[in-house]
């Protein structure tokens, strides 16, 4: 046996050794993956039901929520490509809509929000649901790291809408408005009633169509802008 055909030999063999690796770890990964899929997304959608639940109480609809919502194409709720909208029904009529917000122009960038419109135009709920404010300054707009464990500053909009509080109203006291911030914090308040006002207005010119598409279907205004 010459040394070119002994060094094809240990090369073939240590190349099936490692295909068997592969093909095992292989099945092992999809074995487990098949085994925890259920599990890990019962998970996750009941850590989304829970924050939905700070938002629209639980006892507000009926139906199965997660299951039943449209995607929006609408650039002013601050996300791209679309913003996901849950549709919370009550022995079948509508009940709230939960929207996927965002206020793009916070401080430090993106705030990410969760915002609960009912049915009668008032907004029964806001939760900051991802944000990079600075910390023990503009981070009082999440309400887990407000200090006013009384009456946390996202509360604010709770129980208002249009009919309660004109839209020229929807800014904070330093803007004209009428929503309190903290001084020296002011841009991420700004930021949060800014996105929370647009999703109102969206929700209040488009509530019925959103209401009447199939679940899982795509909404686009036909002016994206509206």
Do not use: C
Not at 143 to 170: E, S, Y
């Amino acid at each position: 046996m010459n040394s070119e055909t002994s060094v094809l030999r240990v090369s073939a063999r240590t190349a099936t050794v490692l295909l068997l690796f592969t093909v095992v770890f292989t099945g092992l990964m999809t074995f487990a993956y098949s085994v925890t899929r259920d599990t890990i997304a019962a998970s996750v959608a009941q850590a989304k039901l829970m924050l939905v639940a700070e938002v629209l109480p639980a006892a507000a609809y009926d139906n199965d929520l997660l299951q039943d919502y449209v995607d929006a194409v609408a650039p002013q709720l601050g996300n791209e490509p679309t913003s996901r909208i849950y549709r919370a029904r009550k022995g079948g009529e509508p009940a709230a809509l939960v929207v996927e917000a965002a206020a793009p122009d916070g401080y430090s960038g993106r705030i990410a929000l969760l915002v609960a419109v009912a049915a009668d135009g008032t907004v029964t709920g806001v939760r900051v649901t991802e944000h990079k404010e600075t910390p023990g300054l503009g981070d009082y707009i999440d309400i887990r790291k407000d200090r006013n464990k009384v009456r946390p500053w996202i509360t604010q909009f709770n129980g208002i809408g249009f009919a309660q509080l004109a839209p020229t109203a929807w800014k904070v006291k330093k803007d004209g408005g009428s929503f309190d911030y903290m001084s020296g914090a002011t841009v991420s308040a700004r930021a949060v009633t800014n996105a929370t006002a647009h999703t109102l207005r969206f929700v209040a010119q488009h509530r019925d169509g959103l209401f009447a598409l199939p679940t899982g279907s795509r909404f686009a205004p036909k002016e994206v802008g509206s």
